[in-house]
């Protein structure tokens, strides 16, 4: 389980310039959860990686908040502890990343 290497690196690329940051934005940090989430799962430990933050900041600071407020699923939704939890992006902000994407490729 996990996410191969290569497509890793590819989403901590871009999420350079977080990575980089001391303090992003949170809508920033949401958005690149969100982005990296789309169409896939990824583990609390892929995520802290990602963004160059720890699992504690990553969890308790923006997926606590993104999960209760449905923008990501959870894995194993009857089991929150589940030692191989993982989240995606919801239907509803998969839809709407696809639609700020068409936007902006309509704007060019």
């Known amino acids: 389980m996990g996410l191969r290497s290569e497509h890793l690196e590819q989403?901590?690329?871009?999420a350079h310039p977080i990575r980089t940051s001391g303090k992003a934005p949170r809508a920033e940090i949401e958005g690149a959860i969100l982005?990296?989430?789309q169409g896939r799962y990824l583990t609390l430990r892929e995520l802290s990686r990602i963004l160059?933050?720890?699992?504690?900041?990553?969890?308790?600071n923006y997926l606590s908040g993104m999960t209760q407020g449905g923008r990501v699923s959870l894995r194993y939704?009857?089991?929150p502890n589940h030692p191989h939890q993982a989240y995606t992006a919801s239907p509803t902000e998969e839809r709407l990343l696809q639609?700020?994407?068409?936007?902006?490729?309509?704007?060019?």
Do not use: F, Y
């Not at 989403?11 to 871009?14: G, R, V, Y």
């Not at 933050?53 to 990553?58: G, L």
């Open 35 to 37: 982005a990296s989430c």
């Open 77 to 79: 939704p009857h089991a």
């Open 52 to 60: 160059g933050r720890s699992e504690n900041t990553v969890r308790q």
């Open 11 to 14: 989403l901590i690329e871009a």
């Open 99 to 108: 639609e700020s994407l068409s936007a902006e490729e309509g704007d060019r």
